[in-house]
Nanobody
């Protein structure tokens, strides 16, 4: 199973970006999914999560500016980021709790994407 994140880049303060994360492989089902970020010199922190039935949770720092969503049929996760601030600069990672099929049975495991860099700067 792989998680492929994309959509990062350089944006000016106040701008918008949309991150995507596509899961692929022997997937039986995906439970919760989420976005985390890690700024230089800081620990990785939660940005937003979404359950399989679309219950969302956001860090206080992004509430009202970021929107997490998913398409269960396409095993895809998005993060729409608006009103971006320089303090949003970080590597953004997608995460998913996935039940996979392997060797005649299924396993539940936690997966991470490779990260995509978001830089907010003028």
């Amino acid at each position: 199973v792989q998680l492929q994140a994309s959509g990062g880049g350089l944006v000016q303060p106040g701008g918008s970006l949309r991150l995507s994360c596509a899961a692929s492989g022997s997937i039986v089902s995906i439970n919760s999914m989420g976005w985390y970020r890690q700024a230089p010199g800081k620990q990785r922190e939660l940005v937003a999560t979404i359950t399989s039935n679309d219950i969302t949770n956001y860090a206080d720092s992004v509430k009202g500016r970021f929107t997490i969503s998913r398409d269960n049929a396409k095993n895809t996760l998005w993060l729409q980021m608006s009103s971006l601030k320089p303090e949003d600069t970080a590597v953004y990672y997608c995460n998913a709790d996935i039940r996979v099929y392997y060797g005649g049975t299924t396993y539940r495991n936690d997966y991470w994407g490779q990260g995509t860099l978001v830089t907010v700067s003028s």
